[in-house]
């Protein structure tokens, strides 16, 4: 579904939430931050997404121009997801939720020495 600013919301937080708003999202966007992956790739290293789901996130985020698809015509056909500049562009948030993760493990790990 393709969004304009006439459908987003008018926080910029919530706007933010619409567009990475599912954990599969968030872990792909990590994942495609070190370049270009295949879709087993994608589904190996995410963990725990059926194929079904990754698809839709998948779609999704190339709806919303955070990444591209690109098809190879080879056989077997082969297909690479990469992100755009905007979806790299989300890189300082997702480094904000490692940066505050790790400080919470941290935090857990010291209450229960």
């Avoid at 966007?29 to 990754?54: C, I, T, Y």
Wanted: aromatic letters at 8%.
């Amino acid at each position: 579904m393709e969004r304009t600013a006439n459908t987003l919301p008018a926080c910029p937080v919530e706007t933010t939430l619409t567009l990475i708003s599912s954990k599969w999202k968030v872990l792909i966007l990590r994942d495609l931050l070190g370049g270009a992956r295949r879709f087993g790739e994608l589904r190996r290293s995410v963990g725990g997404v059926s194929q079904k789901v990754l698809t839709a996130q998948l779609r999704e985020m190339e709806d919303s121009g955070l990444l591209t698809r690109t098809v190879f015509p080879e056989v077997p056909p082969h297909v690479e997801y990469a992100l755009t500049e905007l979806g790299y562009s989300l890189k300082p948030v997702l480094d904000a939720m490692w940066s505050w993760g790790e400080a919470y493990q941290a935090r857990e790990a010291g209450e229960q020495i």
